[in-house]
Protein backbone atom coordinates (compact mmCIF):
# COMPACT_ATOMS: atom_id res chain seq x y z
CA UNK A 1 0.00 0.00 0.00
CA UNK A 2 2.94 2.55 -0.74
CA UNK A 3 4.23 3.57 -4.05
CA UNK A 4 6.64 6.42 -5.19
CA UNK A 5 6.75 8.39 -8.32
CA UNK A 6 9.73 9.36 -9.03
CA UNK A 7 10.21 12.44 -11.41
CA UNK A 8 13.13 12.10 -13.74
CA UNK A 9 15.02 15.34 -15.05
CA UNK A 10 13.84 14.45 -18.52
CA UNK A 11 10.24 14.80 -17.46
CA UNK A 12 9.98 18.38 -17.20
CA UNK A 13 11.48 18.36 -20.63
CA UNK A 14 9.65 15.83 -22.38
CA UNK A 15 6.92 17.78 -23.77
CA UNK A 16 4.71 17.14 -20.97
CA UNK A 17 2.19 19.74 -19.75
CA UNK A 18 4.04 22.16 -17.13
CA UNK A 19 3.35 19.72 -13.47
CA UNK A 20 1.99 16.60 -15.27
CA UNK A 21 3.16 12.92 -14.19
CA UNK A 22 4.21 11.29 -17.20
CA UNK A 23 1.56 8.43 -18.06
CA UNK A 24 3.75 6.33 -19.56
CA UNK A 25 5.61 5.82 -16.03
CA UNK A 26 4.39 3.82 -13.32
CA UNK A 27 3.74 4.36 -9.68
CA UNK A 28 6.76 1.77 -8.36
CA UNK A 29 5.85 -0.22 -5.49
CA UNK A 30 8.06 -0.33 -2.51
CA UNK A 31 10.68 -3.54 -2.67
CA UNK A 32 14.35 -3.89 -3.30
CA UNK A 33 13.90 -4.22 -7.23
CA UNK A 34 12.55 -0.83 -7.29
CA UNK A 35 14.56 0.93 -4.70
CA UNK A 36 16.75 2.29 -6.92
CA UNK A 37 14.26 4.70 -7.91
CA UNK A 38 13.72 5.87 -4.36
CA UNK A 39 14.06 8.87 -1.75
CA UNK A 40 15.72 6.87 0.98
CA UNK A 41 14.61 9.29 3.32
CA UNK A 42 11.43 9.42 1.57
CA UNK A 43 10.71 5.78 1.87
CA UNK A 44 10.86 5.25 5.31
CA UNK A 45 8.71 8.78 5.92
CA UNK A 46 6.18 6.84 3.99
CA UNK A 47 6.70 3.21 5.73
CA UNK A 48 6.18 5.03 9.31
CA UNK A 49 3.19 6.56 7.64
CA UNK A 50 1.43 3.45 6.16
CA UNK A 51 2.32 2.06 10.02
CA UNK A 52 1.20 4.97 11.85
CA UNK A 53 -2.04 5.75 9.94
CA UNK A 54 -3.14 2.69 7.93
CA UNK A 55 -3.70 4.64 4.94
CA UNK A 56 -2.64 4.01 1.49
CA UNK A 57 0.84 6.20 1.14
CA UNK A 58 1.76 7.84 -2.68
CA UNK A 59 5.13 9.91 -2.41
CA UNK A 60 6.31 11.95 -5.20
CA UNK A 61 10.15 13.08 -5.16
CA UNK A 62 11.19 16.01 -7.38
CA UNK A 63 15.21 15.86 -6.54
CA UNK A 64 17.91 17.99 -8.40
CA UNK A 65 21.50 17.68 -6.65
CA UNK A 66 23.18 20.87 -6.49
CA UNK A 67 19.81 22.82 -6.91
CA UNK A 68 19.85 26.38 -5.14
CA UNK A 69 16.20 27.39 -4.13
CA UNK A 70 16.29 30.31 -6.60
CA UNK A 71 15.94 27.08 -9.21
CA UNK A 72 12.72 25.92 -7.76
CA UNK A 73 10.97 29.29 -7.85
CA UNK A 74 8.89 29.83 -11.22
CA UNK A 75 8.99 33.08 -13.27
CA UNK A 76 5.92 34.45 -12.36
CA UNK A 77 6.65 33.89 -8.53
CA UNK A 78 10.01 36.12 -9.44
CA UNK A 79 8.31 38.53 -11.37
CA UNK A 80 5.20 39.28 -9.02
CA UNK A 81 7.40 39.50 -6.09
CA UNK A 82 10.40 40.95 -7.00
CA UNK A 83 12.82 38.20 -5.72
CA UNK A 84 16.24 39.07 -6.74
CA UNK A 85 18.11 35.75 -6.87
CA UNK A 86 21.35 37.24 -8.48
CA UNK A 87 21.93 33.56 -9.76
CA UNK A 88 21.43 32.07 -13.09
CA UNK A 89 19.41 29.25 -12.79
CA UNK A 90 15.74 30.73 -11.55
CA UNK A 91 12.71 27.73 -12.53
CA UNK A 92 15.22 25.41 -13.56
CA UNK A 93 13.07 22.81 -11.72
CA UNK A 94 10.23 24.95 -10.96
CA UNK A 95 7.45 22.74 -13.00
CA UNK A 96 8.87 19.27 -11.16
CA UNK A 97 7.81 19.91 -7.90
CA UNK A 98 4.56 21.21 -8.98
CA UNK A 99 1.54 18.99 -9.87
CA UNK A 100 -0.92 20.68 -11.96
CA UNK A 101 -4.21 21.22 -9.83
CA UNK A 102 -6.05 17.94 -10.62
CA UNK A 103 -3.37 16.35 -8.77
CA UNK A 104 -3.70 17.22 -4.94
CA UNK A 105 -1.07 16.54 -2.35
CA UNK A 106 -1.15 16.43 1.65
CA UNK A 107 1.64 18.75 2.05
CA UNK A 108 5.54 18.66 1.21
CA UNK A 109 8.69 17.25 2.98
CA UNK A 110 11.54 19.39 1.42
CA UNK A 111 14.84 18.92 2.05
CA UNK A 112 17.48 21.10 0.10
CA UNK A 113 19.31 23.99 0.76
CA UNK A 114 23.08 22.84 0.76
CA UNK A 115 24.06 24.42 -2.51
CA UNK A 116 22.69 27.46 -0.68
CA UNK A 117 24.69 27.25 2.03
CA UNK A 118 27.92 26.60 -0.35
CA UNK A 119 27.20 29.22 -2.19
CA UNK A 120 27.65 31.69 1.00
CA UNK A 121 24.35 33.73 0.33
CA UNK A 122 23.65 33.94 3.67
CA UNK A 123 20.38 33.61 5.96
CA UNK A 124 18.59 36.62 5.04
CA UNK A 125 18.38 35.28 1.55
CA UNK A 126 17.01 32.19 1.70
CA UNK A 127 14.83 33.06 4.27
CA UNK A 128 13.54 35.51 2.13
CA UNK A 129 13.46 33.10 -1.02
CA UNK A 130 11.70 30.16 1.20
CA UNK A 131 8.47 31.87 2.05
CA UNK A 132 7.89 32.69 -1.48
CA UNK A 133 8.87 29.08 -2.70
CA UNK A 134 5.92 27.95 0.14
CA UNK A 135 3.75 30.36 -1.18
CA UNK A 136 3.91 29.47 -5.23
CA UNK A 137 2.95 25.87 -4.04
CA UNK A 138 0.38 26.97 -1.78
CA UNK A 139 -1.51 29.05 -4.55
CA UNK A 140 -0.75 25.59 -6.99
CA UNK A 141 -2.61 23.78 -4.71
CA UNK A 142 -5.70 26.39 -3.77
CA UNK A 143 -4.55 25.62 -0.17
CA UNK A 144 -3.22 28.72 1.90
CA UNK A 145 -2.79 26.17 4.79
CA UNK A 146 -1.05 23.52 2.46
CA UNK A 147 1.33 21.80 5.30
CA UNK A 148 4.96 21.75 4.53
CA UNK A 149 7.87 19.93 6.72
CA UNK A 150 11.26 21.80 6.64
CA UNK A 151 13.56 18.91 6.91
CA UNK A 152 17.07 20.33 8.66
CA UNK A 153 20.70 19.55 7.82
CA UNK A 154 22.21 16.95 9.86
CA UNK A 155 25.98 18.63 11.24
CA UNK A 156 28.74 19.08 8.72
CA UNK A 157 31.60 18.33 10.40
CA UNK A 158 34.04 21.03 8.33
CA UNK A 159 31.18 23.19 6.87
CA UNK A 160 29.66 24.20 9.58
CA UNK A 161 32.95 24.60 11.91
CA UNK A 162 35.23 26.55 9.29
CA UNK A 163 32.61 28.18 7.11
CA UNK A 164 29.44 28.43 9.27
CA UNK A 165 27.52 28.81 6.44
CA UNK A 166 25.41 26.25 7.00
CA UNK A 167 24.35 27.23 10.40
CA UNK A 168 23.07 30.22 8.24
CA UNK A 169 20.58 27.88 6.68
CA UNK A 170 19.46 26.02 9.72
CA UNK A 171 18.46 29.34 11.19
CA UNK A 172 16.60 30.40 8.35
CA UNK A 173 14.37 27.69 8.52
CA UNK A 174 13.85 28.05 11.95
CA UNK A 175 12.45 31.53 11.33
CA UNK A 176 10.71 30.63 8.73
CA UNK A 177 8.78 28.13 10.80
CA UNK A 178 8.05 30.26 13.34
CA UNK A 179 6.52 32.97 11.20
CA UNK A 180 4.73 30.94 8.26
CA UNK A 181 1.81 29.15 9.06
CA UNK A 182 1.76 25.31 9.08
CA UNK A 183 5.43 25.01 8.21
CA UNK A 184 7.77 22.61 10.98
CA UNK A 185 11.54 22.55 11.20
CA UNK A 186 12.48 18.51 11.40
CA UNK A 187 15.68 18.26 13.66
CA UNK A 188 18.81 16.58 12.48
CA UNK A 189 21.94 18.53 14.02
CA UNK A 190 22.74 14.88 15.10
CA UNK A 191 22.26 12.59 12.57
CA UNK A 192 25.32 14.05 10.22
CA UNK A 193 27.98 11.45 8.67
CA UNK A 194 30.25 10.02 10.28
CA UNK A 195 32.75 10.27 7.81
CA UNK A 196 35.21 12.84 7.44
CA UNK A 197 37.13 12.88 4.15
CA UNK A 198 35.85 13.31 0.95
CA UNK A 199 32.25 13.62 0.05
CA UNK A 200 31.31 12.66 3.79
CA UNK A 201 31.77 15.78 5.16
CA UNK A 202 28.40 16.60 3.33
CA UNK A 203 25.13 16.81 4.67
CA UNK A 204 23.36 13.68 3.94
CA UNK A 205 22.46 11.80 7.37
CA UNK A 206 23.52 7.95 7.58
CA UNK A 207 20.44 7.33 9.65
CA UNK A 208 17.55 7.66 7.20
CA UNK A 209 15.24 5.58 9.01
CA UNK A 210 15.21 7.96 11.81
CA UNK A 211 15.80 11.08 9.52
CA UNK A 212 12.39 9.65 7.65
CA UNK A 213 10.62 8.84 11.63
CA UNK A 214 10.92 12.42 12.66
CA UNK A 215 9.31 13.58 9.28
CA UNK A 216 6.69 11.27 9.94
CA UNK A 217 5.94 12.48 13.57
CA UNK A 218 5.73 16.12 12.44
CA UNK A 219 3.32 15.31 9.73
CA UNK A 220 1.42 13.52 12.86
CA UNK A 221 0.61 16.90 14.42
CA UNK A 222 0.72 19.54 10.95
CA UNK A 223 -1.16 17.11 8.80
CA UNK A 224 -3.19 14.76 11.05
CA UNK A 225 -3.76 16.99 14.09
CA UNK A 226 -2.27 14.57 16.67
CA UNK A 227 -0.71 16.53 20.07
CA UNK A 228 -0.43 13.63 22.81
CA UNK A 229 3.22 13.70 21.59
CA UNK A 230 6.97 15.21 21.47
CA UNK A 231 7.83 16.30 17.82
CA UNK A 232 10.32 19.25 18.27
CA UNK A 233 13.53 19.23 19.77
CA UNK A 234 13.82 21.09 22.93
CA UNK A 235 13.52 25.03 22.32
CA UNK A 236 15.09 27.99 24.23
CA UNK A 237 13.03 30.23 26.77
Known amino acids: NCRMYTILKTDSD ?14 KVFNLENSKYFSAIGFFFAKELYKGQNVPVGIIVAAQGGS ?12 ATGFTSGLAGTSRCATRVEPDSRVRTRGVLWYQGETD ?36 FPQSVSYDASEGRYPAIREAQEVVAK ?22 KCLHPDDKDEAGRRCYLAARNLVYGETSFRYRCPQPA
Open 14 to 27: SGNPSGTLDPNRCW
Open 68 to 79: GINEWLTEETVK
Open 117 to 152: GFSGQGQTYYQNALPLLINQWREKQENPNYPVLLMS
Open 179 to 200: TVANVVKVPAIDLGSSHTEGFG
